[in-house]
């Protein structure tokens, strides 16, 4: 395993795969932003052996299941936070809940420079960590805040709250559903297609508040493995 955690990293190999990744997804961005997406990558190995920030440590894990797998979901998230249902002031607005080590919010700010990417995480070594990605890669339209989501207050809402391993669909709800912008969408990463979860959202009695949209199934290149968003809405009576 020692052999494994410090293998040496092919920068070259790596630039490649995310690349051909990239264009898998259908993201087309400039060198500049590759390099960005790199200097997080580093930031989080560097970061992670001192505030174990990810269980997984090897480079080529953290491109595929961190990196990819974030990068996967951004056209869906862009899409929704630039919807024109949104109301005005939200348009352009992501809150990642539970951020962790920066995914998918960092991702998506490097990637997308227009929307607006405000990381929540209760740990705050963790949004100590987004907070120096944010000054080290100059993203302008990147912010970390550290407390509970559900004790935070925004009045213009967001047109898109997003989380990636997070919670329950039920405790997604029910703690960051308050800050959803009206024609704003409520995005959760998960893995399998989560019938379970559904079904407790619905016996938790949510579904008279909040419509099921969608469940596509996510892509994700390098990545055996099941991947879905969740998409809600608020209900309009």
């Given amino acids: 395993?020692?052999?494994?955690?410090?293998?040496?990293?092919?920068?070259?190999?790596?630039?490649?795969?995310?690349?051909?990744?990239?264009?898998?997804?259908?993201?087309?961005?400039?060198?500049?932003?590759?390099?960005?997406?790199?200097?997080?990558?580093?930031?989080?190995?560097?970061?992670?052996?001192?505030?174990?920030?990810?269980?997984?440590?090897?480079?080529?894990?953290?491109?595929?299941?961190?990196?990819?797998?974030?990068?996967?979901?951004?056209?869906?998230?862009?899409?929704?936070?630039?919807?024109?249902?949104v109301v005005a002031a939200a348009r352009g607005r992501v809150l990642d809940v539970g951020s962790g080590g920066g995914m998918p919010g960092l991702p998506l700010a490097i990637a997308c420079p227009d929307v607006s990417v405000l990381m929540v995480d209760i740990v705050q070594k963790k949004t100590a960590f987004l907070t120096q990605c944010r000054a080290q890669l100059g993203l302008a339209n990147a912010a970390a805040h550290w407390g509970p989501v559900e004790q935070l207050h925004d009045e213009q809402g967001y047109a898109v709250i997003t989380s990636r391993a997070f919670a329950e669909l039920t405790d997604f709800v029910t703690l960051s559903g308050h800050l959803l912008a009206p024609g704003g969408k409520l995005i959760a990463m998960k893995g399998v297609y989560p019938h379970a979860e559904l079904e407790r959202l619905e016996a938790a009695g949510l579904m008279a508040q909040w419509q099921l949209e969608e469940v596509p199934r996510l892509a994700v290149p390098e990545l055996d493995a099941e991947r879905h968003l969740v998409v809600l809405a608020r209900r309009t009576h």
């Fill in 1 to 85: 395993m020692r052999a494994r955690l410090h293998a040496p990293i092919d920068e070259a190999d790596q630039r490649r795969r995310l690349e051909a990744g990239l264009e898998r997804i259908g993201l087309a961005l400039t060198g500049q932003q590759v390099d960005g997406l790199f200097d997080y990558l580093a930031l989080l190995r560097k970061w992670n052996g001192t505030y174990n920030l990810t269980a997984i440590r090897h480079p080529d894990e953290m491109l595929t299941h961190h990196l990819l797998d974030s990068l996967a979901a951004v056209p869906s998230l862009a899409a929704a936070a630039r919807a024109m249902e």
